[in-house]
């Protein structure tokens, strides 16, 4: 029996499973993103209606400001999840230091790092914007959880997601053994298996790239993206397509369904201090699922899984997407 058409939530238990040791923790929590996620694409699609449109007043620890649904989803993201026991400690982007679940309720064996509303700059121009996230383990034995605890490599992921609020709401998930995304049926409410394993076709010919930076790029990228400006004529000897939503989770959602390579590089514009994407709660997730998905993730010079981190809200260049084109642009970097 195809396993399309089954709901996010017999697909977890299943998956649990498989994982012979599982205690059921990871599926708790799973859920308890579900829920979360359900609520968030519910306040975005009502944004304009109930008001909650528009800038903060305030900026985030990125010096960006804020707009109002950042807020409203960081928190519900940890309303949902600083209750129900299976976490240690949260790290948030719209947040400078990390979470401690209250002292008043029970602890579990995860860390999560969460984005809760990538792309925000988008709504108000109705574009697509999506919650990013990241599970570990938190290391054996600490009960009260540091910065220090979420220093850990992107290869320790246990869990990694994100959900797409777009023209369709989609939950794309990896827990290590490939990508599955799931459709949000608004008439049940519940999220349903509709792209089982997800695979990243090996060749592309479409690259995504905010090309207003240009001038900021290192020679290894600004050659590859000249090459494929230059179309047939060219060395590459074939017409390229761009794309820039200026949303991570559309961009990569794009990748997953046709293939593509998606590039935030290096670049020396001092805002973006070395990179524009955050290691712990948008590389690091998104990594993984591309690397589950058959596609490889680079910040040219290392693989960004092998990064180990240094600070919670540190930021590095990307370059993920099909395999053969991610390794030419890396194989620029080391000639
Ligand atoms: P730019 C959104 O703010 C984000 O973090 C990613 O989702 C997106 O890929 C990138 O920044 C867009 O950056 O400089 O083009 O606005």
């Known amino acids: 029996m ?41 306040l975005v699609n009502r944004s304009g209606i109930i008001g909650i449109g ?15 649904l950042d807020i409203i989803t960081n928190d519900v993201m940890v309303d949902h999840l600083n209750w129900t026991g299976h976490l240690a400690a949260m790290a948030s982007e719209e947040i400078e230091e ?3 679940i209250p002292a008043n309720m029970p602890k579990g064996q995860y860390l999560i790092a969460f984005d809760p509303l990538d792309g ?26 540091t910065v220090e605890d979420f220093m850990q490599k992107g290869t320790e992921q246990v869990c990694a997601g994100f959900c797409v609020y777009g023209p369709t709401t989609m939950m794309i998930l990896t827990t290590g053994k490939g990508v599955n995304g799931f459709t949000l049926d608004r008439d049940v409410g519940e999220f349903i298996l509709t792209h089982p394993n997800m695979t990243i076709p090996e060749d592309t010919a479409e690259f995504a790239i905010n090309m207003s ?34 949303s991570m989770v559309a961009e990569v959602y794009r990748v997953l369904t046709r293939g593509g390579i998606f590039l935030y590089p290096l670049d ?39 990064i180990k981190p240094e600070s919670v809200h540190q930021r590095v260049p990307v370059i993920l997407g099909s395999k053969n084109e991610v390794e030419r642009v890396m194989g620029y970097h080391t000639e």
């Open 213 to 246: 930076n240009q001038r900021f790029w290192e020679a290894p990228v600004q050659r590859y993206i000249d090459e494929c400006m230059q179309g047939v004529d060219g060395s590459r000897e074939k017409n390229f397509n761009m794309r820039w939503v200026a």
């Open 120 to 145: 925000s700059s988008n709504i108000d121009i109705n574009l697509s914007v999506g919650t990013i996230f990241s599970i570990l383990r938190c290391p054996e034995g600490v009960k009260d959880p």
């Open 98 to 100: 990390i979470i401690q």
């Open 54 to 68: 528009g800038a903060a007043e305030s900026e985030n620890v990125q010096g960006e400001v804020q707009k109002k």
């Open 268 to 306: 020396t514009k001092p805002t973006t201090k070395g990179g524009k994407l955050r290691l712990l709660y948008e590389a690091n997730p998104m990594s993984f699922i591309v690397e589950q998905a058959g596609g490889v993730s680079s910040t040219g010079y290392q693989r960004i899984m092998d």
């Open 2 to 42: 195809s396993d399309i058409g089954k709901s996010i939530t017999q697909f977890i238990i299943e998956q649990q499973r498989v994982h012979k040791k599982s205690t059921g923790e990871m599926s708790g929590l799973l859920n308890d993103i579900v829920s979360a996620c359900k609520k968030i694409s519910h």
